[in-house]
């Protein structure tokens, strides 16, 4: 393991841990999608049924193992089928030039590609399949990703999602949106 090639919980972690611990619930099956150290999981594990993570990076997989974090080498949640009451993202957000782009293993917890929003738009648009039907979403996303865009993207997958914490830092505003399926679109046999 490779510490410099795991990203170290900052200001976005300590915000989705924050706004994980405000909504988990005993009886969850938790899903954290790129958990990196596995801060965020090894944090709320204790308090829910159930928790496994995902993580790309060799290096944070191994980081996880050490916090005693059930995880998953894979691209976001390929593989798992679920269902999941809630899951939790921190993804790449930056927006990130190609000429920007750095080849190593940290790249994938950073790079948002040219919007910020490359992987959002990828978790998005396949969350619904590993999601229970009354399950929830919480995403962390920047005000350098258009967090109106995001929410775009989320009504489009058949989701309504609203803020349900921020904090404002240097440069940037830092927000945590929480999605659920809308109900009101959903038919019977989706529920």
């Given at each position: ?27 969850d ?10 801060y ?8 829910v049924?159930?928790l ?26 390929a593989?798992?089928s ?8 921190n ?97 019977p046999?989706?529920?």
């Amino acid at each position: 393991m490779t510490l410099d090639q795991v990203y170290s919980p900052a200001e976005d972690s300590e915000l989705l841990l924050r706004a994980a611990l405000g909504d988990v619930r005993p009886a969850d099956r938790v899903l954290e999608v790129g958990t990196g150290s596995g801060y965020v999981a090894a944090s709320i594990q204790d308090r829910v049924e159930s928790l496994v993570a995902t993580e790309i990076n060799p290096h944070a997989v191994a980081s996880a193992h050490t916090r005693g974090v059930a995880v998953v080498r894979t691209d976001l949640f390929a593989g798992l089928s679920g269902p999941f009451d809630l899951v939790l993202f921190n993804p790449p957000y930056l927006p990130t030039s190609p000429e920007e782009r750095i080849d190593d293993w940290l790249e994938y917890a950073l790079d948002g590609g040219p919007t910020g929003r490359a992987v959002i738009e990828r978790f998005i648009a396949d969350v619904g399949r590993v999601l229970s039907p009354f399950g929830r979403i919480l995403l962390l996303v920047s005000s350098l990703t258009d967090p109106d865009a995001v929410r775009e993207l989320f009504a489009r997958q058949g989701f309504v999602s609203f803020i349900v914490d921020n904090e404002s830092l240097e440069g940037e505003t830092l927000f945590v949106l929480r999605a659920m399926r809308d109900l009101c679109r959903m038919s019977p046999e989706g529920i």
